[in-house]
C-alpha cells in the first residue's frame, strides 16, 4: 500500500523559517516526481513546487511564482522530498500536500497519483 507521510508543519512568525519532510513508502519512486500543494481556507488547492529525481544530487526543479526565491525542495532520495521555506508571510498559512505523480513534470494537481494527508502550516503576522 502507498502512502504519503508528510511532517514538520506548525506555527511560525513571519519572517521564520519551517522544513516539510515528506516520506513515501509502498513503492519505489525513482520514476516519479515529487511535490507540494498547499490549500489554504476557502481558496483550491495550488501548485507550491515540485522535482524529479535524477540521481544524487541531479534533479530538476519548479515552483510557484509566489515562493520563488523562499522555498526550496529538495529530493533526498527516491522516495523522500524536502521544502525548506524562510522569509514566511501570513498568506504562506495553508494545509501543504505532498504528492507524486509519474515523470511528467506538471503542475497541475490532476497529474498527481498520490497524496499525503497534509501538513498545517500557521503563518502570524
Known amino acids: 500500500q502507498v502512502q504519503l507521510q508528510e511532517s514538520g508543519g506548525g506555527f511560525v512568525q513571519a519572517g521564520g523559517s519551517l522544513r516539510l519532510s515528506c516520506a513515501a513508502s509502498?513503492?519505489?519512486?525513482?520514476?516519479?516526481?515529487m511535490g507540494w500543494f498547499r490549500q489554504a481556507p476557502g481558496k483550491e488547492r495550488e501548485f507550491v513546487a515540485r522535482?524529479?529525481?535524477?540521481?544524487?544530487?541531479?534533479?530538476?526543479a519548479d515552483y510557484a511564482d509566489s515562493v520563488k526565491g523562499r522555498f526550496t525542495i529538495s529530493r533526498d532520495n527516491a522516495n523522500t522530498v524536502s521544502l525548506q521555506m524562510v522569509s514566511l508571510k501570513p498568506e504562506d498559512t495553508a494545509v501543504y500536500y505532498c504528492?507524486?505523480?509519474?515523470?511528467?513534470?506538471?503542475?497541475?494537481?490532476?497529474?498527481?497519483?498520490?497524496w499525503g494527508q497534509g501538513t498545517q502550516v500557521t503563518v502570524s503576522s
Open positions: 504528492a507524486a505523480a509519474r515523470g511528467v513534470r506538471s503542475k497541475s494537481e490532476a497529474s498527481y497519483e498520490y
Open positions: 509502498g513503492r519505489t519512486f525513482s520514476s516519479y516526481d
Open positions: 522535482t524529479d529525481w535524477g540521481g544524487s544530487n541531479s534533479y530538476y
